[in-house]
């Protein structure tokens, strides 16, 4: 009979350590290194990442800061374990201390099943238990780690289980790279037609790139009939509120939906049903959160700023956000890039000692483009197809994700 064996990490992988605990400085035109922040769920973003010299990335290679294929990554710092996937294709970066590598001994496990075992709640509520320090920002001590041990199956038992569990892994990392390929056709689309002002004409030609006709506003040449106004213009901004945490009754499982940033900061889907919990009618009434219709545009507005997503059904939210429900004839999809993309200045106006936030005052004095109606429309109208197809393979991946997880349940003990 084939037994599991209790196994410590630093014995069935041959490397356990973690990036560069230096930050080289940042440069213009160089190599990609990756903290935490950079994490996808299945790769490295490299869009996002830093760029440190030809020589400094070098020198962190020697010191083993470059993962291999194989290797399983894991967020070590912040949400720990948030993230974990597998080195699946020669990377082309180094990494910061916020990432941990494991490099398993080929001969005694398979890189996926550590990986799943990885994702088990019972292991990361263990590892939260005993191997975490640190209070404003948690990371996981790896010299700690690496004496965890956990149940290691024979070789051919340890394929047996990946090969039940991967291929439904596979298919929700082919669902999240078309997500990604739908947001960014629909992102590159949103600045033709509203940075670029390329969008179609009444002869269906690019705005722009055929003469049409501008005006200057404060400064900015804008298509004719376009206008550049306050934010309040696009739709009413909403604050929310939080009811009292000693009163049961004003909470439950099933009720008002009411998202907090931490519930997008669990998420990385563009479109959100409800959060971690839900409020009741009484809580609603006892509080100053406010019943938001569907498409209303989710922005969290401290701790952090910059969270966005689209509600999909009625939502509240508690004091952390302002939301924006769009004007009739105003899609949710062009608050949503607009907010995106003037991001970096949201992040600026925001103020406070402990924590930064940007108020409702300031929300609504955000200068924005206020495109002619028809414009709108048309852009409303070419994007809604994409978004509903993201929507969809979003919903698809939430089911596939449990129905995962709890394989992973059942079949690593």
Request: contains cysteine; hydrophobic residues 35%.
């Amino acid at each position: 009979m084939l037994t599991a064996s209790k196994d410590k990490l630093q014995d069935i992988c041959t490397l356990i350590t973690d990036g560069s605990h230096y930050s080289p400085p940042t440069v213009a035109n160089g190599k990609p290194i990756a903290s935490v922040k950079d994490m996808l769920d299945y790769d490295i973003d490299l869009e996002s990442c830093r760029k440190i010299s030809d020589e400094e990335y070098d020198s962190l290679v020697k010191n083993n800061c470059k993962p291999q294929i194989n290797d399983v990554l894991i967020a070590k710092d912040g949400s720990f374990l948030k993230k974990i996937f597998i080195v699946e294709e020669e990377p082309q970066y180094v990494v910061l201390s916020s990432i941990g590598i494991f490099r398993p001994n080929m001969d005694l496990v398979n890189p996926y099943y550590l990986m799943y075992y990885f994702h088990l709640d019972s292991f990361r509520r263990y590892v939260s238990k005993g191997f975490v320090s640190g209070t404003a920002l948690k990371r996981i001590v790896l010299d700690a780690f690496k004496r965890i041990e956990i149940n290691i199956p024979p070789l051919e038992v340890q394929n047996e289980i990946v090969n039940k569990i991967k291929p439904i892994d596979d298919k929700i990392k082919v669902n999240t790279e078309l997500i990604s390929k739908l947001e960014e056709y629909t992102q590159l689309l949103f600045y033709k037609w509203f940075v670029d002002f390329n969008f179609p004409d009444s002869n269906g030609q690019p705005y722009k790139e055929n003469s049409g006709e501008f005006i200057e506003i404060e400064g900015n040449n804008f298509p004719i009939n376009w206008g550049y106004e306050n934010l309040s213009s696009l739709g009413e901004i909403v604050s929310g509120g939080t009811p009292s945490k000693s009163n049961s009754d004003y909470f439950c499982e099933v009720g008002i939906p009411w998202i907090t940033p931490k519930d997008l900061s669990m998420t990385t889907n563009k479109f959100i049903i409800r959060g971690e919990r839900d409020i009741t009618e009484v809580g609603l009434k006892k509080s100053s959160a406010k019943l938001m219709p569907k498409g209303t545009v989710l922005m969290s507005s401290r701790a952090p700023i910059g969270y966005l997503a689209i509600s999909k059904n009625e939502v509240t939210t508690n004091q952390g956000f302002k939301s924006i429900v769009p004007k009739e004839g105003v899609g949710s999809e062009f608050i949503y890039f607009t907010l995106k993309r003037l991001m970096p200045k949201i992040e600026r106006m925001g103020s406070g000692s402990t924590f930064k936030e940007v108020s409702k005052e300031m929300m609504s004095k955000l200068k924005v483009i206020i495109p002619e109606k028809i414009v709108l429309q048309k852009f409303q109208k070419s994007v809604h197809p994409l978004s509903e197809k993201l929507k969809l393979l979003e919903e698809e991946n939430e089911k596939l994700i449990v129905m995962r997880d709890l394989l992973i349940k059942k079949l690593i003990k």
